[in-house]
């Protein structure tokens, strides 16, 4: 085992007597002067953001969970504190939080090639925000649904899948973005060409250029997506139900799949149809189906949509 003398080795200006203490002075204004360009006569082991996550200070566990809860507030859940009363004594990390607060703040998309230590793990601050992020998907869904369903209740791509809806809605998002989110779930990206078997913790993409909408694959009826994913250079978007491939939507995986097909069989034939196919291919599932269409409806944008998933709803009762 080495000894303590050969594992900690002291800063370079401590060893070669050239160290001074009044650098460890740290100052949130000093750090938000920099940022606005007025100049600093601060260390810039405080104000290059680099330095100041790898030198300067170390992610605990307080101040890990304090990011998350600032960054999750930032991006819209209530549930989280709005305020944190930092009580420690001098020299507790009251300063170093605000400053990393800052430094995310202005520089959290420039710096994701570059790690913070998450222990022994390195973890670039997009990463961690797109962790926050996924916490803010996962407790919107826990509230919509009054705790009834996570989204540890899903089949990963079925999870990956509503995480994305949670955040993004059906909106387009990066492919890194989505990349970051599914090494923070787990769960991988990958590309289909066609159909495809559920054997692995992934969500299937598909191109959309390859959706199914040449004339060759319009002739054999097997037209739309089989995933639920859409990639368009270097965008992702959820499909919507009417472009999925209808015999994946027949022969459901998933509860994503099951989610589209139950919202397609109500516009061929309203509820009995819902119903039907409900009975057919949802036996066990049905009360995670149903959570699954509450989260689908209150987090609509589109007013029609969001009508008809209440309509859905109402009719289900």
Not at 30 to 52: I, N, S, W
Not at 180 to 202: A, C, H, Q, W
Not at 241 to 256: A, G, I, M, S, Y
């Amino acid at each position: 085992m080495l000894s303590i003398l050969e594992t900690c080795k002291p800063r370079p200006d401590i060893l070669d007597g050239t160290f001074n203490p009044e650098i460890f002075t740290a100052s949130i204004s000093e750090v938000l002067r920099f940022y606005k360009h007025q100049g600093t006569g601060m260390h810039p082991m405080y104000t290059d953001a680099e330095q100041f996550f790898t030198q300067t200070t170390y992610p605990t566990d307080g101040l890990k969970m304090f990011l998350q809860d600032v960054f999750a507030r930032l991006a819209g859940d209530n549930t989280v504190p709005a305020i944190h009363r930092l009580e420690t004594a001098f020299g507790g990390g009251k300063t170093h939080t605000l400053i990393a607060c800052t430094h995310i703040g202005y520089k959290g998309v420039e710096l994701e090639q570059w790690p913070v230590l998450d222990g022994d793990k390195p973890v670039g601050p997009i990463r961690a925000m797109n962790g926050a992020s996924r916490v803010v998907a996962e407790n919107q869904i826990s509230r919509t649904t009054n705790g009834q369903l996570t989204i540890n209740d899903l089949l990963p791509e079925a999870a990956m899948a509503l995480t994305l809806y949670g955040i993004y809605g059906l909106g387009e998002l990066p492919c890194d973005e989505a990349l970051n989110l599914s090494r923070s779930l787990n769960i991988k990206l990958e590309t289909k060409t066609g159909r495809y078997s559920i054997d692995d913790k992934f969500i299937g993409i598909n191109n959309d250029s390859s959706a199914g909408r040449n004339h060759q694959r319009a002739r054999e009826k097997d037209i739309g997506f089989h995933a639920p994913l859409i990639r368009k250079g270097a965008k992702l978007r959820l499909a919507m139900p009417e472009e999925r491939n209808p015999k994946r939507l027949n022969n459901p995986q998933t509860e994503w799949d099951l989610l589209h097909g139950l919202i397609m069989q109500y516009r061929a034939g309203d509820i009995p149809l819902v119903r039907a196919y409900i009975s057919k291919h949802a036996e066990g599932k049905e009360d995670i189906l149903m959570n699954l269409l509450c989260v689908w409806t209150a987090e609509m944008g589109d007013e029609n949509l969001k009508k008809e998933g209440n309509t859905i709803l109402f009719g289900l009762k």
